[in-house]
């Protein structure tokens, strides 16, 4: 069985970096797949963030592109998100996923992490 | 960037009602769309992708429609364990970029 957990500190001072790991566990990344990171503001919807594969491919949210670094560390079995320069607007639950690309069918995230929020916060 | 237009944002029903809801794309995203369910405090689960494919261990009466930009996600029969909120997304580009839409909330009337 497939599962993910996010790590990381739950409180980030503005204009600090976001750092999270992701940690899976039931199936190698190396395997196949892309991983993702979706966020969701308190009370509010599901934003995309980056997703990355085995090979270290990834792409990112044109609207967070230029502070979103996300990596793999294929011997750890985790990948991780880096967010630079954050504030207030950043507070929000963070979470984890596989995402399943399909040719004819896009990409849809499968698997889930429980989610962990982080609040930005002097 | 694509948008996704989810309508309504919330509605009431009851148990047993059939229930729909529409998500609209920008641009054609042929069969690009994944429908999620989301109960409080916890995470999405996907129910449906490729538009009308139904993702392994979801109930036969979620039910998903369409291609191009007009998608529906059905429900045929609503049980007290569906109230939640639902997201549909859509990943669709030589380089794919994921959008989500907003929300619609279903609620007991």
């Known amino acids: 069985q497939v599962e993910l957990q996010e790590s990381g500190p739950g409180l980030v001072k503005p204009s600090e970096t976001l750092s999270l790991m992701c940690t899976v566990s039931?199936?190698?990344?190396?395997?196949?797949?892309?991983w993702g990171w979706i966020r969701q503001p308190p009370g509010k919807g599901l934003e995309w963030i980056g997703s990355i594969d085995q090979s270290g491919s990834a792409y990112d949210n044109p609207s967070l592109r230029s502070r979103v670094t996300v990596s793999v560390d294929t011997s750890q079995n985790q990948f991780s998100l880096q967010l630079s320069s954050v504030t207030a607007a950043d507070t929000a639950v963070y979470y984890c996923?596989?995402?399943?690309?399909?040719?004819?069918?896009?990409?849809?995230?499968?698997?889930w992490g429980q989610g962990t929020m982080v609040t930005v916060s002097a | 960037d694509i948008q996704m237009t989810q309508s309504p944002s919330s509605l009431s029903a009851s148990v047993g009602d059939r229930v729909t809801i529409t998500c609209r794309a920008s641009?054609?995203?042929?069969?690009?769309l994944s429908w999620y369910q989301q109960k409080p405090g916890k995470a999405p689960k996907l129910l449906i992708y490729g538009a009308s494919h139904l993702q392994s261990g979801v109930p036969s009466r979620f039910s998903g429609s369409g291609s191009g930009t007009d998608f529906t996600l059905s429900i045929s029969s609503l049980q007290p364990e569906d109230f939640a909120t639902y997201y549909c997304q859509q990943s669709y580009s030589s380089r794919p970029e994921v959008t989500f839409g907003g929300g619609t909330n279903v609620e007991i009337k």
């Open positions: 996923a596989r995402e399943s690309v399909l040719l004819l069918y896009g990409a849809a995230f499968d698997v």
């Open positions: 039931g199936y190698s990344i190396t395997s196949g797949y892309y």
């Open positions: 641009q054609s995203i042929n069969s690009c």
